[in-house]
């Protein structure tokens, strides 16, 4: 495997997929829980935490594998499936754009909005 895919997968991991986390019972104590991570995109990638934050972080870790395991045996690696995603609490905003996603703060988006 050549540092060349792996920069491909890197690169492809970064883009916008669906990042689903659940709380779940602990197995050895239900008090203390796990964090179940998954990219709806793409079946089986699923990683685990005992905090969101591990989760999330070991998700991304996995997502390269994964995308690199698909580019290695030659099979298309899954679009992200979002449209359209409005993060109120930052009040980012993305959108599809000429095949790729545009970030822009909304502050900057009213500027050309705005009557």
């Known amino acids: 495997m050549s540092d060349a895919l792996l920069d491909v997968a890197r690169s492809l991991a970064g883009r916008p997929y669906q990042i689903e986390i659940e709380r779940e019972p602990g197995e050895l104590s239900p008090e203390i829980p796990r964090y179940t991570a998954c990219v709806k995109e793409m079946p089986y990638c699923v990683a685990q935490g005992f905090t969101e934050e591990q989760a999330r972080k070991e998700i991304r870790s996995v997502l390269v594998d994964y995308i690199l395991s698909l580019l290695v045996r030659n099979i298309d690696v899954p679009d992200p499936q979002i449209a359209h995603v409005v993060d109120e609490s930052d009040y980012d905003v993305y959108w599809?754009?000429?095949?790729?996603?545009?970030?822009?703060?909304?502050?900057?988006?009213?500027?050309?909005?705005?009557?």
């Open 96 to 115: 599809p754009w000429e095949g790729s996603f545009v970030h822009a703060n909304r502050s900057f988006l009213e500027q050309f909005t705005s009557p």
